[in-house]
């Protein structure tokens, strides 16, 4: 595996990682689409509530997910450069220490539950679903994170067929599962818009003992020894430092969207209901960026660690402007289908359908812009400058996005915060293009440079 993405063909190699991958989290957004339609049954309080809940819990799985990027690039850039042992040591400490930053997450979360949904701004008849959903989706936040660290983990090690394959089971039962607990069926009672999110904690409870079972096996690509779980808590440190700007970046991504929540509920629940089927809609093509993106942090990773850095900046550059490419043409397709689209999440509701429709024909001919930033930002963490991916992300989603948003709104209502979206668009894939010319996220080596080097961890590295 290592020689297939250090040596060869660049665009086999961007191929053959960023297939699986861009197929699981399709796959994943097909499964959010899933609870999306079950909930839309319900009305438009029901798909408020869960526009409402869903940014904070998505903002609060991000901390997972952007702390696991730490152990896909160290394991990407240790395996690049032959160390088979640190990265199983390096594995071993990350699933620790995420493990334990989501049992505090899960605990804070469920009890602060009400407090962060009346910070929305939700109307009275939509708090009580909103809030039912977030809570049940809290008891089982350790399954989700738990599955993150195994993709993370194993796609820095190269290995990304099996992750899809676990995705692809979790869709089927869950398929089958949402009308069951949504609608009930038989002896299981009618749980409404709670009933997706327990739905979610059983298909992903499955999904998570069986990552973690192959993954402690040894068979993929890690080999993680019983003395590797031995707490080093200055190397778990050093990894949360790590991860902690792609945890604020992935943060900062999903709190920017809880804003938007914010500022869009002062237009009605119609308003939000249509905020919330278009976000879903527009990461179903956001999700195959974002798979790219991962697929070039592996690559990237694994040709610094091998000393390769001009291949890595080859990987960057070819794969961020397929993305780009492929996204504008996903983007026209939008533009065509907008109403349709819409009316396939919503029944009975013309006036979601019109703004909905509008929302999507304002935004989707920059989606190519919006790829541009996402794939360099995941060469910059395959480099291991996870702070730059976060500073750009920080200046697209707060500062461009946010902002002009919160000032649009003044004349357009709702229709300037539609247009903040291609306007951080475009900014923020311009501002990622200038920074990867510039090159200065190419001086970084973690296997080099970074304080995780073998000589200072001899002590703690278990030996046979």
């Given at each position: 595996?290592?020689?297939?993405?250090?040596?060869?063909?660049?665009?086999?190699?961007?191929?053959?990682l960023?297939?699986?991958?861009?197929?699981?989290?399709?796959?994943?957004?097909?499964?959010?689409?899933?609870?999306?339609?079950?909930?839309?049954?319900?009305?438009?309080?029901?798909?408020?509530?869960?526009?409402?809940a869903?940014?904070?819990?998505?903002?609060?799985?991000?901390?997972?997910?952007?702390?696991?990027?730490?152990?896909?690039?160290?394991?990407?850039?240790?395996?690049?450069?032959?160390?088979?042992?640190?990265?199983?040591?390096i594995?071993?400490?990350?699933?620790?220490?995420?493990?334990?930053?989501?049992?505090?997450?899960?605990?804070?979360?469920?009890?602060f539950?009400?407090?962060?949904?009346?910070?929305?701004?939700a109307?009275?008849?939509?708090?009580?679903?909103?809030?039912?959903?977030?809570?049940?989706?809290?008891?089982?936040?350790?399954?989700?994170?738990?599955?993150?660290?195994?993709?993370?983990?194993?796609?820095?090690?190269?290995?990304?067929?099996?992750?899809?394959?676990?995705?692809?089971?979790?869709?089927?039962?869950?398929?089958?599962?949402?009308?069951?607990?949504?609608?009930?069926?038989?002896?299981?009672?009618?749980?409404?818009?709670?009933?997706?999110?327990?739905?979610?904690?059983?298909?992903?409870?499955?999904?998570?003992?069986?990552?973690?079972?192959?993954?402690?096996?040894?068979?993929?690509?890690?080999?993680?020894?019983a003395?590797?779980?031995?707490?080093?808590?200055?190397?778990?440190?050093?990894?949360?430092?790590?991860?902690?700007?792609?945890?604020?970046?992935?943060?900062?991504?999903?709190?920017?969207?809880?804003?938007?929540?914010?500022?869009?509920?002062?237009?009605?629940?119609?308003?939000?209901a249509?905020?919330?089927?278009?976000?879903?809609?527009?990461?179903f093509?956001?999700?195959?960026?974002?798979?790219?993106?991962?697929?070039?942090?592996?690559?990237?990773?694994?040709?610094?660690g091998?000393?390769?850095?001009?291949?890595?900046?080859?990987?960057?550059?070819?794969?961020?402007?397929?993305?780009?490419a492929?996204?504008?043409?996903?983007?026209?397709?939008?533009?065509?289908?907008?109403?349709?689209?819409?009316?396939?999440?919503?029944s009975?509701?013309?006036?979601?359908?019109?703004?909905?429709?509008?929302?999507?024909?304002?935004v989707?001919?920059?989606?190519?812009?919006?790829?541009?930033?996402?794939?360099?930002?995941?060469?910059?963490?395959?480099?291991?400058?996870?702070?730059?991916?976060?500073?750009?992300?920080?200046?697209?989603?707060?500062?461009?996005?946010?902002?002009?948003?919160?000032?649009?709104?003044?004349?357009?209502?709702?229709?300037?915060?539609?247009?903040?979206?291609?306007?951080?668009?475009?900014?923020?894939?311009?501002?990622?293009?200038?920074?990867?010319?510039?090159?200065?996220?190419?001086?970084?080596?973690?296997?080099?440079?970074?304080?995780?080097?073998?000589?200072?961890?001899?002590?703690?590295?278990?030996?046979?």
């Amino acid at each position: 595996m290592r020689n297939k993405l250090t040596e060869g063909s660049i665009l086999k190699a961007i191929f053959m990682l960023s297939w699986p991958v861009v197929a699981a989290n399709m796959l994943q957004t097909v499964y959010n689409l899933t609870d999306a339609f079950w909930v839309g049954r319900l009305g438009e309080a029901a798909v408020a509530a869960v526009s409402f809940a869903f940014p904070i819990l998505f903002l609060l799985i991000s901390i997972g997910a952007g702390l696991s990027i730490a152990g896909t690039v160290l394991v990407a850039q240790y395996k690049g450069a032959g160390d088979d042992e640190m990265a199983g040591y390096i594995s071993a400490q990350t699933l620790m220490m995420i493990t334990g930053v989501c049992l505090f997450i899960s605990a804070a979360g469920y009890i602060f539950t009400p407090f962060l949904i009346s910070l929305t701004g939700a109307e009275a008849e939509v708090v009580p679903g909103a809030v039912s959903y977030l809570r049940v989706s809290f008891v089982g936040l350790i399954f989700l994170f738990a599955f993150f660290v195994f993709q993370s983990l194993l796609r820095g090690a190269g290995e990304v067929k099996l992750p899809m394959y676990i995705v692809l089971v979790t869709v089927i039962l869950n398929f089958a599962a949402d009308p069951i607990f949504i609608m009930g069926w038989g002896p299981v009672p009618a749980w409404g818009v709670a009933g997706a999110a327990v739905s979610t904690i059983l298909t992903q409870a499955l999904a998570a003992i069986a990552a973690l079972a192959m993954l402690l096996s040894g068979k993929y690509g890690i080999k993680m020894k019983a003395g590797y779980f031995r707490p080093e808590q200055a190397l778990m440190k050093k990894i949360f430092l790590l991860g902690l700007p792609s945890s604020l970046e992935h943060s900062v991504r999903a709190f920017s969207f809880t804003l938007m929540v914010f500022l869009v509920g002062a237009f009605g629940t119609a308003a939000v209901a249509s905020y919330g089927i278009v976000t879903r809609l527009i990461s179903f093509i956001i999700m195959a960026a974002v798979g790219v993106a991962m697929a070039t942090t592996t690559l990237v990773g694994h040709n610094i660690g091998a000393g390769n850095n001009r291949r890595a900046k080859k990987i960057a550059l070819t794969a961020s402007l397929f993305t780009f490419a492929v996204m504008t043409i996903a983007g026209v397709v939008f533009w065509f289908y907008s109403a349709p689209l819409t009316a396939f999440f919503i029944s009975g509701s013309p006036g979601v359908v019109k703004e909905g429709s509008d929302f999507i024909r304002i935004v989707s001919l920059t989606f190519g812009f919006a790829g541009l930033q996402i794939v360099l930002g995941g060469a910059f963490r395959g480099s291991g400058d996870t702070f730059a991916a976060m500073l750009l992300t920080m200046l697209t989603f707060i500062v461009l996005r946010f902002f002009s948003a919160y000032g649009l709104s003044f004349f357009w209502a709702q229709k300037g915060i539609w247009w903040s979206f291609p306007i951080s668009n475009i900014a923020g894939g311009l501002a990622a293009a200038a920074f990867f010319v510039w090159g200065g996220w190419m001086k970084k080596n973690l296997t080099d440079d970074f304080i995780l080097k073998r000589e200072e961890l001899e002590e703690a590295l278990p030996q046979e």
